[in-house]
């Protein structure tokens, strides 16, 4: 096979994977569209609205699992189960601290993903080691900007500590988003985290309700699982293509 003929099956192969790869995600399209469609959080707490929210997620596990295999269950797989857990708590506003120690464990569960050896290792650099300091800085500084509003919470004892573990977790996920030099992954990371900050400042009562405070929350919230399921899928497939490489 000539140099030509190669260059043309690696293409094919390259278009092979990109149809693929969008076809396990389109379920994922379809129930994203259907959640806005019938824009639940107008609606009373319900096992269906909790179903209508949290599919999107669950669909996104079941294309990464498809995808990868079982190396990811105890990574981006696990961190979107334990979301969907998040996201079908959080339609009950008195299972709010359930659900954010459901996306507690989420954000450690892609921690571990992100150290594994299939992400590239990007830490020594100086825009990394910059953004690093940024990302802590932000974290730190907006917890303890929020920090007031949380002490006027009536379960305050409860609720201040746990924002703040939380908020040292999904910082911690950030900065090794930053460490894998997978572009979807910190994106997905930065949304997540924007995302958050968006719901905390209706929640807490930081802001006046904003008229689309919800959209804004959800748009990012689906944008960040997303960008981090193709990431995870992009570092099993350039992990699968350079071992092919070594061994021809």
């Known amino acids: 096979m000539d140099i030509l003929e190669t260059h043309a099956y690696h293409k094919r192969q390259r278009r092979i994977k990109s149809c693929a790869l969008f076809l396990s995600l389109l379920p994922f399209f379809l129930s994203a569209a259907l959640y806005f469609y019938l824009w ?42 334990f979301s969907a857990v998040g996201d079908c708590c959080l339609v009950w506003p008195e299972l709010f601290l359930h659900g954010m120690g459901a996306f507690a464990v989420a954000h450690l569960l892609y921690s571990v993903s992100f150290l594994s050896s299939r992400y590239t290792k990007n830490s020594s650099s100086c825009w990394s080691r910059f953004l690093y300091l940024i990302l802590f800085m932000v974290g730190g500084g907006y917890y303890t900007y929020l920090f007031s509003f949380l002490q006027k919470d009536p ?50 009562k930081v802001v006046a309700p904003m008229q689309h405070g919800t959209t804004v929350v959800m748009v990012t919230y689906y944008l960040a699982q997303f960008l981090i399921a193709v990431g995870d899928m992009q570092a099993v497939e350039d992990t699968d293509d350079f071992s092919k490489s070594k061994r021809s």
């Open 40 to 81: 639940t959080p107008d609606s009373p707490p319900s096992i269906m609205s909790a179903g209508v929210k949290s599919a999107p997620v669950l669909l996104l596990a079941a294309a990464v699992l498809s995808w990868n295999g079982g190396q990811s269950v105890l990574g981006v797989v696990g961190g979107l189960v």
């Open 155 to 204: 379960n305050s004892e409860v609720l201040t500590p746990a924002v703040g573990v939380y908020f040292v977790l999904i910082t911690l996920m950030g900065v090794l988003a930053v460490r894998t030099g997978n572009i979807a992954t910190l994106l997905g990371s930065l949304s997540f985290m924007v995302s958050d900050a968006t719901l905390s400042l209706q929640v807490f």
